[in-house]
C-alpha cells in the first residue's frame, strides 16, 4: 500500500537530515518514538544527498510496521558544495537549516531530531508548543555555569544563549518568510574558516534571537552530563526523575553508546533499543 500523506492536525512530523552511515541509528531512534508514542500518528521525513533506494528499504519498512508514513527528500548535494564538512560533520547537517525551502511546501512546522537521539516519553507538548513569533524552539546546554555561552557569544558576536541544533521545533511557515538559502549558503562558505560546530554555529549567529528556549533537562538531555543535571537540580533530577519527565535522550559528543567503552550513563538504555530494533527488523 502506497502511504498518502496524511491531513490531519494531529499527526506528528519528525525531520532527520544524515548520510548512510547513520541509517541504523535513524531507526533505533524510530524504535524509540514507536515505543514510547504508541497512540500518536507520525510521518517521518528524511532529507540526504545519496543514499541509494536499496539502502531505504529497511526504513520503509519499519515504518510501515509502525503505520508511520515516510518521505525521502534527496537534496542537491552542490547547495551545500563549499560550506565546510568532515566525516563527523557531513554536508547533510546545513539541511535542517534550510528545511522550510527542502520540504513540501504545504508542511506548516516539523520537529528535527539529531539520529543519536532516543526518544523515552511523550512528544506531543512538544510538538503543541507555541511558538511565540519564534523561528525555532531549541534547548541550549548551559551546564552550571555561564562559560559556554560567554566563549560563544564572544565567538560568534551574538547575545542570545548558545542552542543546541540537535533538537529543532521547526515554524515552517515563519522561516519561508524570513530565511533566505542563499545567506545562509554564503554565511557558511564566507565563514567557515571559524565555524567550529558548523550547522549550530550558523543557527545561533543568524538567527540566535528568533529561537525560543526549551527545558535542556526535559527536552534535550545531554547523556554525557548527568552529575552536572543532577547538581543544577539539587538532588531533583534523578534517574527516576529522568525516566518520569525528560522526552530526549541525546548523546552529544564523540563518545557514543554504540562504540566499545562508552563511558556514561544510559548507554544501557540505549543499547536495550538498539537490541529491539533489531528483534523488530528481523520480524518484518
Not at 547547495?79 to 534550510?98: D, G, H, V
Not at 506548516?108 to 507555541?130: A, F, G
Request: proline share 4%; charged share 25%.
Amino acid at each position: 500500500m502506497i502511504y498518502k500523506r496524511g491531513s490531519e492536525k494531529d499527526i506528528i512530523r519528525i525531520l532527520v537530515s544524515l548520510d548512510q552511515n547513520y541509517l541504523f541509528r535513524f531507526q533505533v531512534l524510530l524504535t524509540s518514538i514507536a515505543v514510547n508514542n504508541p497512540q500518536e500518528k507520525m510521518e517521518i521525513y528524511l532529507m540526504h544527498s545519496d543514499i541509494p533506494e536499496e539502502k531505504l528499504e529497511s526504513v520503509k519498512k519499519q515504518c510501515a510496521s509502525f503505520d508511520y508514513g515516510f518521505f525521502s527528500i534527496a537534496v542537491d548535494s552542490a547547495i551545500f558544495s563549499n560550506a565546510p564538512e568532515t566525516k563527523r560533520y557531513p554536508q547533510e547537517m546545513y539541511y535542517r537549516l534550510l528545511a522550510a525551502h527542502l520540504l513540501p511546501q504545504d508542511l506548516k512546522r516539523i520537529l528535527y531530531l539529531d539520529p543519536d537521539i532516543i526518544v523515552i516519553n511523550d512528544l506531543r507538548p512538544l510538538w503543541e508548543t507555541e511558538m511565540q513569533g519564534n523561528l525555532f524552539a531549541a534547548a541550549s546546554h548551559t551546564g552550571l555555569t555561564e562559560l559556554a555561552n560567554n566563549v560563544n557569544r564572544l565567538r560568534l558576536g551574538t547575545d542570545s544563549d548558545y542552542y543546541n541544533s540537535g533538537v529543532l521545533l521547526i515554524d515552517l511557515e515563519a522561516c519561508r518568510k524570513e530565511i533566505i538559502p542563499e545567506e545562509v549558503i554564503t554565511f557558511s562558505t564566507t565563514r567557515r574558516m571559524s565555524l567550529v560546530l558548523p550547522d549550530q554555529d550558523i543557527l545561533n549567529a543568524m538567527f540566535g534571537d528568533r529561537i525560543l528556549p526549551l527545558d535542556d533537562s526535559i527536552w534535550n538531555y545531554d547523556a554525557r552530563k548527568y552529575n552536572s543535571y543532577l547538581a543544577r537540580s539539587s538532588g531533583k533530577t534523578d534517574v527516576d526523575w529522568i525516566f518520569s519527565h525528560t522526552v530526549i535522550l541525546h548523546f552529544c559528543g564523540r563518545a557514543k553508546p554504540w562504540k566499545s567503552r562508552y563511558p556514561y550513563r544510559f548507554g544501557l538504555l540505549y543499547k536495550h533499543y538498539e537490541q529491539l530494533t533489531r528483534r523488530w527488523l528481523v520480524n518484518i
